[in-house]
């Protein structure tokens, strides 16, 4: 049943009914004003057991996507078997076909082959949280620029014979995505590696997937720049550190409608002070809590906003629109930005330099064999008009 998406989706649509019974019994030992601990405690579980259900859903669809994309976990023939294996062997014996040397590198090392580097991208795009909701570009360069077009342009109406004197023109304005270095170093035995046996791709590809996705999803969200880290998406929300770095300005806010918690007519608010154009792509982005308070709200005819997937590979919806959880997301406070709407797409740009580079070193740390891996990628929001922030306030 784990990854059954249609027996998950029967649990979860039996689960919701139980969550609405139960938080229909507690409003009604509010009204009555008795404290019903029991079914307050109960409504908590099951809101939870609601909120598990989804994500275990969401989980399987996206690992069945990904291996429909068609990567080494797809079945796919290596296209360069040739070079793989002597990848395979220069991480067991340090020894590469001198050959062979479209994978050198001035600095030492070699470059990944490119199913291998599948591999690892495939594996980010099922954990980590940030990176598929966001546009990705590659690079070969350690830093990318966008242009932008500030308007300014003046017109006006003439009569037939009227001079027509010059107009103001355009401005533009640009803005410098730079790259970081995110690392793992992970390591293994020489008995280990000479274990024929022994999956050398998709060890390393477990190791640095974990490593790489945690910092990633930390830094596209709430990263300042320091160290090498990508600018956090949050950090361009009107009063953050990056609010005025973007040439189009900040990502403005809308009030939740109420001091320290969320509201029904905040979120409608928050839906409608998104531009129409950006609408369509439109999702909100949001912690596990914060979901959980979400799935509580109605709207004035008593109809909850949020509703659970009906059908295997859809999201749940707020407001018609999808959900994502982003832990690394502010918790409900006042004054805190807990919840993200608009298209991320267009928000928000990843470049990735080049790919995943591997240096085998087998003095430093013996009898292990020490695996230094890095990747350059950097992150900024493109298009702040395309993104709006709930401010929890009244």
Known sequence: ????????????????????????????????????????????????????????????????????????AGGKAVKDKEYTEAFAQHFRRGDVQASLNKGTSSEGGYLVPTEWDRTITDELLVISDFRPLATTISVSTSSFSKLYNLRGTASGWVGETTARTETAAPTFGTMTISTGEIYANPSATQQMLDDAEFNIEAWLASEVQTEF?????????????????????????????NAAANP??????????????????????????????????????????THGAVRL?????SNYIWQPSYQAGQPAQLLGYAISELEGMPTIAASAKPILFGDFKRTYLIVDRMGTRVLRDPFTNKPYVM????????????????????NVAA
């Open 1 to 72: 049943m784990a990854d059954d998406p249609n027996a998950i989706l029967a649990q979860l649509q039996r689960a919701f009914e139980e969550f609405k019974t139960t938080h229909a019994a507690q409003i009604d030992g509010v009204k009555a004003k008795f404290d019903d601990v029991v079914t307050r405690e109960k409504l908590d579980r099951v809101n939870a057991s609601v909120g598990d259900l989804q994500a275990a859903l969401d989980a399987t669809n996206a690992k069945l996507a990904a291996a429909q994309m068609g990567g080494l």
């Open 213 to 241: 996705a945690y910092q990633e999803g930390a830094a596209f969200l709430a990263g300042t720049g320091a160290n090498g880290r990508p600018n956090g998406i949050l950090t361009y929300v009107t009063g953050g550190a």
């Open 248 to 289: 189009l300005g900040a990502i403005t806010t809308t009030n939740s409608g109420h001091a320290t918690t969320l509201t029904t007519d905040g979120l409608v608010n928050l839906v409608y002070s998104l531009p129409t154009a950006f609408r369509p792509g439109a999702r909100f982005a949001m912690n596990k809590a």
């Open 297 to 301: 709200l109605k709207d004035g005819q």
């Open 371 to 390: 695996f230094y891996t890095t990747k350059r990628v950097g992150g900024a929001v493109v298009n702040p008009e395309a993104m709006k922030a709930l």
